[in-house]
């Protein structure tokens, strides 16, 4: 493999094929969730109206899988590079699993929000969250019931952190896409505003995504093969 440079700002955008391999069931694929539930009802502001338990039940069947799963060796890999490489990484997740931090990054951005959070409608307090939410379940900081929802972005719903991720790619060197499928924006946007930053561009996925042809670089493989290589070339570019 081709030397790489040094790159001083490194931004990592993950996605659903990032965690796929450590058992947590994606939303997209051809047998994920929403091939089960329909988006509208579970994971939209309208839902949520209509039948807010439905919405908690849907969610607290995720939080509870999540107990059993770990991180792979592409988490790992990841968290490495933060760990060991002298200029800045930030990695950005469109996944509301907590398995980024449990591998140990912590310059992390969850655009999509945290399973493991909740969030008060009535007074806006977020608050760490592993056990199940229902309609009953009282707001710790303002004591109100029935406004407490999963700390998710739903369809509809502006991602968090846009302006911190728009500054980041703007100052990007490198840009990595790891595990996404490049149809769901904005994320599917970011690999084209780095590039306009000049930074070099790669998209690492199980097999082409729909965006790879903007990216100047492919590898194409499972996850937990391809990233640890990755990373361990990068860092041998010091
Ligand atoms: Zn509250």
Redesign the pocket.
């Known amino acids: 493999m081709a030397q790489f440079q040094y790159f001083q700002h490194i931004v990592i955008l993950t996605g659903a094929g990032l965690s796929a391999e450590s058992g947590v069931s994606t939303f997209r694929d051809k047998d994920g969730i929403w091939s089960k539930y329909d988006y509208r009802d579970v994971a939209t502001p309208q839902g949520f109206a209509r039948n807010p338990q439905l919405v908690h039940d849907f969610y607290n069947e995720r939080r509870r899988a999540h107990a059993g799963v770990k991180p792979n060796a592409a988490h790992v890999a990841l968290a490495r590079i933060e760990r060991e490489h002298a200029g800045d990484v930030v990695v950005v997740t469109q996944n509301i699993d907590a398995l980024h931090e449990a591998a140990g990054s912590i310059n992390l951005i969850h655009m999509h929000g945290e399973l493991l959070s909740a969030l ?1 409608a ?4 977020r608050h760490a969250w592993e056990e199940d939410l229902g309609v009953e379940t009282a ?6 019931t029935g ?2 929802r999963p700390d998710v972005v739903w369809f509809g719903e502006m991602p968090y952190h846009m302006e911190r991720i728009a500054e980041a790619l703007a100052a990007a060197d490198l840009f990595l896409s790891i595990g996404t499928s490049g149809n769901v924006y904005p994320a599917a946007g970011f690999v084209a505003e780095a590039r306009t930053h000049g930074a070099h561009t790669v998209e690492l996925n199980l097999e082409p995504s729909d965006g790879a042809s903007f990216f100047a670089e492919a590898i194409h493989g499972p996850a937990t093969q391809i990233v640890p290589a990755f990373v361990e070339r990068l860092l041998s570019a010091r």
């Open positions: 008060c009535a007074c806006g307090a707001c710790i900081a303002c004591g109100k406004g407490m």
